[in-house]
């Protein structure tokens, strides 16, 4: 059975996916050992996933875990998406930390206004 596009797309972002974390010696390429000590899969596994070779479910599974769950939308959806939603994070964080500034201040002020 041969794979469909859908399923080689998806090999080939995991494999860029990997090669981003784990990172080879020569460009564009996977330290095979590494991320198969971080799969628990062998060597052999992961270099075919370096190849564009799609990986299980328990491997997409052990990716959220092990990178969270904006790996499988880096897998999943069109590169455009991931940017979109890379900078939905940031300003997210962004406005995150400025609450806890803001947060921090409003416990000072209260303090020096209870004083």
Same mark, same amino acid.
């Given at each position: 059975?041969?794979?469909?596009?859908?399923?080689?797309?998806?090999?080939?972002?995991?494999?860029?996916?990997?090669?981003?974390?784990?990172?080879?010696?020569?460009?564009?390429?996977?330290?095979?050992? =590494?991320?198969?000590? &971080?799969?628990?899969?062998?060597?052999?596994?992961?270099?075919?996933? *370096? /190849?564009?070779? +799609?990986? $299980?479910?328990?491997?997409?599974?052990?990716?959220?875990?092990?990178?969270?769950?904006?790996?499988?939308?880096?897998?999943?959806?069109?590169?455009?998406?991931?940017?979109?939603?890379? =900078?939905?994070?940031? &300003?997210?964080?962004?406005?995150?930390?400025?609450?806890?500034?803001? *947060? /921090?201040?409003? +416990?000072? $002020?209260?303090?020096?206004?209870?004083?």
């Amino acid at each position: 059975m041969s794979a469909t596009p859908e399923i080689l797309q998806v090999g080939q972002a995991w494999a860029r996916a990997l090669k981003a974390r784990y990172r080879g010696r020569l460009p564009d390429s996977l330290d095979a050992k =590494r991320c198969a000590r &971080a799969f628990e899969v062998s060597p052999r596994t992961a270099e075919s996933w *370096g /190849d564009g070779q +799609a990986p $299980l479910a328990k491997h997409l599974f052990q990716a959220c875990r092990l990178h969270g769950p904006a790996f499988l939308l880096e897998v999943f959806a069109p590169a455009s998406e991931v940017l979109q939603l890379a =900078r939905l994070d940031d &300003a997210i964080g962004e406005l995150e930390a400025k609450f806890r500034t803001m *947060g /921090d201040d409003l +416990a000072r $002020l209260r303090l020096v206004r209870g004083k």
